[in-house]
T-cell receptor, first 113, second 112 residues
């Protein structure tokens, strides 16, 4: 059974700091891994998708890495801003499991001005 | 273009009543998913439609839950005889097959 764990559960940092969010998964037979952002009372916004054959993806101040063999992914946020405050979720799409994503519990990020 | 839309945005119902939740996916997306997000449980998969294939219903928690997708587009999730533990945010997503899933804003269901 695939399990996805995110550490830390919550993180508070001052504006301008670089930070790393961690995601681990137990079954390395994945098709891809996605990072999402969720603002309070809102749906999910896709940030980055990494295919199983890729090592990393970058979008602006965000960089996501994937080490499939060790079952780990990190989301790096550079020069954090108060507008980055949200819950960040990682999710894996398993091979031969159709389209269902398995989500972690999320990391609640607060960036203080 | 338009994103995934869901209706209603909020629903309050009494225990034992039936509810219907609607999802309008992004035009052209062949895959449609339903997830549930509840306190303490995180986000869990419910059901997945891909084109004309039989849906993957493996995540539905009980036979009170059902979903259909008409004409390969709009989907309705029905919960019969609602229970208090059904209270959650129900999220719909669509994608062009096994690619990035685009989520709607969700329907917040409260069963009293």
């Amino acid at each position: 059974k695939q399990e996805v764990t995110q550490i830390p559960a919550a993180l508070s940092v001052p504006e301008g700091e670089n930070l790393v969010l961690n995601c681990s998964f137990t079954d390395s037979a994945i098709y891809n891994l996605q990072w999402f952002r969720q603002d309070p009372g809102k749906g999910l916004t896709s940030l980055l998708l990494i295919q199983s054959s890729q090592r990393e993806q970058t979008s602006g101040r965000l960089n996501a890495s994937l080490d499939k063999s060790s079952g780990r992914s990190t989301l790096y946020i550079a020069a954090s801003q108060p507008g980055d405050s949200a819950t960040y979720l990682c999710a894996v799409l398993r091979v031969n499991q159709g389209g269902k994503l398995i989500f972690g519990q999320g990391t609640e990020l607060s960036v203080k001005p | 273009g338009a994103g995934v839309s869901q209706s209603p945005s909020n629903k309050v119902t009494e225990k034992g009543k039936d509810v219907e939740l609607r999802c309008d996916p992004i035009s052209g997306h062949t895959a449609l998913y339903w997830y549930r997000q509840s306190l303490g449980q995180g986000l869990e998969f419910l059901i997945y439609f891909q084109g004309n294939s039989a849906p993957d219903k493996s995540g539905l928690p009980s036979d009170r839950f059902s979903a259909e997708r008409t004409g390969g587009s709009v989907s309705t999730l029905t919960i019969q005889r609602t229970q208090q533990e059904d209270s959650a945010v129900y999220l719909c997503a669509s994608s062009p097959r096994l690619e990035t899933q685009y989520f709607g804003p969700g329907t917040r269901l409260l069963v009293l």
